[in-house]
């Protein structure tokens, strides 16, 4: 997630140091001034996207006074002691504060709740008395918060998907995760709980599809000791286990039929029998689902029950395949490799070539399969630079050679584009659909004809409009070769905002 510098006021060289290698590590620039000449920075204060103040600087509340009550930024409190009188005198003022130690898992929820929040300003935009970001969802900013440090990505889809978590996070209602396998579906469901007022009981994943159909009873209700041969001891399900939590069925769709109709029964009367036990138990778990499978066409086919599908599509949400959203693919990588750090693994680093080709591949494996490569190219280059000649051979027939780093990365200040016209219309465009519009462009057969007089029989404004965009795109894609992040800072847009459109009128990159 890209942000523009941070900015550290600090006067102790041992934090500046660490802040810096933590920072830097994961892709953010920092300017570092102490606490003296912070005032030399004031005129550029409103070009970074936050501030960091360390503890313990000399006239660190005059500072944290003047900062606060000019820039329309947050600023961070980097507390190293219990001094809670200190912190107490200043925190109304700030957006945040931060204890030391300085932790990866401390600081990226605050830098995503940063990103999601931050308001664009100019150098001249000040403000005259201290305050924070104003949020568009205040009631679920610590949600999307949270659900961004499990799901990375900018893209459209993956920014509605976690809107669509936090709205059903802290109901009750059962959730249905699709989408093919390795697209992330348990990391959508631990987030779900971990949003939920459920989150400090237990999260408890159960894959029906791995287990035997004649075991999978007992491991979702458990036995009673001489159940079956080998039932040594009594034991809890995994319903008994998620308790006050979560459980989470993954490949719902692999259920037995015969294991279907004890499930309904579970989720309508919250009460259950363990395997050769006549004791009925109560049950107070949400039911959070997960499927590749269509299934749909399963009931069709008499493989899933229908009233069961009902019961658990409640609130459907659906996993777009990575290759759907391959600008998310560069924030996957920077995450991945930030897990491999964490966990003494090594890492890697990709040239733009490397990364470009891996956005033009299929990923028929989806996010499974990219962690796959990344930990594998760092066991076979460790601590190294890979370039598209290192990728395994399917990679190379995607080649992309000689990129711009700016073609993979376009962080313009346009938050959407629109095309700015007076009311323009043609004559002939009337009664033309916007499929028919659509084609049309994409043969290069129809310019419209731009007027300034509405004729008399009026005109679809919304169509015309359309038909203008698909013809700006399509103009500005053939001046800069196909390449889209050229072409969009033609169109002045970001690149992401642009790939969403050539989705939308369905138009070849």
Same mark, same amino acid.
């Given at each position: 997630?890209?942000?523009?510098?941070?900015?550290?006021?600090?006067?102790?060289?041992?934090?500046?140091?660490?802040?810096?290698?933590?920072?830097?590590?994961?892709?953010?620039?920092?300017?570092?001034?102490?606490?003296?000449?912070?005032?030399?920075?004031?005129?550029?204060?409103?070009?970074?996207?936050?501030?960091?103040?360390?503890?313990?600087?000399?006239?660190?509340?005059?500072?944290?006074?003047?900062?606060?009550?000019?820039?329309?930024?947050?600023?961070?409190?980097?507390?190293?002691?219990?001094?809670?009188?200190?912190?107490?005198?200043?925190?109304?003022?700030?957006?945040?504060?931060?204890?030391?130690?300085?932790?990866?898992?401390?600081?990226?929820?605050?830098?995503?709740?940063?990103?999601?929040?931050?308001?664009?300003?100019?150098?001249?935009?000040?403000?005259?008395?201290?305050?924070?970001?104003?949020?568009?969802?205040?009631?679920?900013?610590?949600?999307?918060?949270?659900?961004?440090?499990?799901?990375?990505?900018?893209?459209?889809?993956?920014?509605?998907?976690?809107?669509?978590?936090?709205?059903?996070?802290?109901?009750?209602?059962?959730?249905?995760?699709?989408?093919?396998?390795?697209?992330?579906?348990?990391?959508?469901?631990?987030?779900?709980?971990?949003?939920?007022?459920?989150?400090?009981?237990?999260?408890?994943?159960?894959?029906?599809?791995?287990?035997?159909?004649?075991?999978?009873?007992?491991?979702?209700?458990?036995?009673?000791?001489?159940?079956?041969?080998?039932?040594?001891?009594?034991?809890?399900?995994?319903?008994?286990?998620?308790?006050?939590?979560?459980?989470?069925?993954?490949?719902?769709?692999?259920?037995?039929?015969?294991?279907?109709?004890?499930?309904?029964?579970?989720?309508?009367?919250?009460?259950?029998?363990?395997?050769?036990?006549?004791?009925?138990?109560?049950?107070?778990?949400?039911?959070?689902?997960?499927?590749?499978?269509?299934?749909?066409?399963?009931?069709?086919?008499?493989?899933?029950?229908?009233?069961?599908?009902?019961?658990?599509?409640?609130?459907?949400?659906?996993?777009?395949? !990575?290759?759907?959203?391959?600008?998310?693919?560069?924030? +996957?990588? %920077?995450? =991945?490799? #930030?897990?491999?750090?964490?966990?003494? &693994?090594?890492?890697?680093?990709?040239?733009?070539?490397?990364?470009?080709?891996?956005?033009?591949?299929?990923?028929?494996?989806?996010?499974?399969?990219?962690?796959?490569?990344?930990?594998?190219?760092?066991?076979?280059?460790?601590?190294?630079?890979?370039?598209?000649?290192?990728?395994?051979?399917?990679?190379?027939?995607?080649?992309?050679?000689?990129?711009?780093?700016?073609?993979?990365?376009?962080?313009?200040?346009?938050?959407?584009?629109?095309?700015?016209?007076?009311?323009?219309?043609?004559?002939?465009?009337?009664?033309?659909?916007?499929?028919?519009?659509?084609?049309?462009?994409?043969?290069?057969?129809?310019?419209?004809?731009? !007027?300034?007089?509405?004729?008399?029989?009026?005109?679809? +404004?919304? %169509?015309? =409009?359309? #038909?203008?965009?698909?013809?700006?795109? &399509?103009?500005?894609?053939?001046?800069?070769?196909?390449?889209?992040?050229?072409?969009?800072?033609?169109?002045?847009?970001?690149?992401?905002?642009?790939?969403?459109?050539?989705?939308?009128?369905?138009?070849?990159?």
């Amino acid at each position: 997630m890209a942000l523009p510098p941070i900015l550290l006021i600090d006067d102790n060289q041992s934090r500046i140091q660490q802040f810096e290698i933590i920072f830097q590590f994961m892709g953010y620039e920092v300017k570092t001034i102490g606490s003296e000449n912070y005032a030399d920075y004031l005129h550029e204060i409103n070009r970074v996207s936050s501030i960091f103040i360390g503890e313990g600087i000399r006239r660190q509340f005059i500072v944290i006074n003047e900062i606060v009550g000019m820039a329309r930024i947050p600023v961070i409190f980097l507390a190293e002691s219990n001094d809670e009188i200190a912190v107490e005198q200043v925190h109304e003022k700030l957006f945040h504060v931060l204890s030391s130690p300085l932790q990866h898992a401390k600081l990226s929820p605050l830098l995503t709740k940063i990103a999601i929040n931050r308001t664009p300003v100019t150098s001249t935009n000040f403000v005259t008395e201290p305050q924070k970001l104003i949020l568009e969802s205040p009631e679920n900013t610590e949600t999307l918060s949270l659900v961004a440090t499990r799901l990375k990505g900018n893209s459209a889809s993956m920014v509605h998907i976690r809107k669509m978590i936090a709205q059903v996070a802290e109901s009750e209602a059962t959730v249905l995760i699709l989408g093919e396998s390795g697209t992330g579906k348990e990391v959508v469901a631990n987030a779900l709980h971990d949003a939920s007022l459920r989150s400090g009981k237990p999260f408890v994943p159960i894959n029906c599809g791995a287990i035997p159909a004649e075991l999978l009873e007992s491991e979702l209700f458990g036995h009673e000791k001489g159940a079956f041969t080998g039932a040594l001891n009594a034991r809890q399900g995994r319903f008994e286990m998620a308790e006050g939590g979560t459980l989470f069925l993954d490949e719902i769709g692999d259920m037995p039929l015969s294991m279907q109709v004890k499930l309904l029964r579970v989720l309508q009367e919250r009460t259950f029998e363990r395997v050769g036990g006549n004791k009925t138990l109560h049950c107070d778990v949400r039911v959070i689902a997960a499927t590749h499978r269509h299934l749909e066409e399963e009931i069709r086919h008499n493989r899933f029950r229908e009233d069961l599908f009902y019961r658990l599509n409640v609130f459907p949400i659906e996993m777009p395949p !990575l290759k759907h959203r391959t600008d998310d693919i560069p924030v +996957l990588i %920077e995450d =991945l490799i #930030t897990r491999m750090v964490q966990g003494n &693994r090594g890492f890697v680093k990709l040239t733009p070539n490397a990364l470009a080709t891996l956005m033009h591949y299929e990923w028929p494996g989806n996010v499974r399969e990219l962690a796959n490569l990344i930990e594998r190219l760092a066991i076979i280059y460790p601590k190294s630079q890979v370039d598209v000649d290192d990728l395994p051979e399917k990679f190379k027939q995607h080649r992309v050679d000689n990129i711009n780093i700016d073609d993979l990365f376009l962080e313009d200040e346009v938050s959407e584009y629109e095309i700015k016209v007076r009311p323009l219309i043609v004559e002939n465009l009337s009664g033309t659909t916007t499929s028919e519009m659509h084609d049309l462009m994409r043969h290069h057969e129809y310019v419209p004809e731009i !007027l300034t007089q509405l004729p008399e029989e009026g005109i679809d +404004l919304k %169509e015309y =409009l359309n #038909t203008m965009e698909l013809d700006l795109i &399509r103009q500005a894609l053939d001046e800069c070769n196909g390449v889209v992040a050229h072409a969009a800072k033609r169109l002045n847009m970001r690149r992401t905002t642009l790939v969403e459109k050539l989705r939308k009128f369905d138009l070849q990159r």
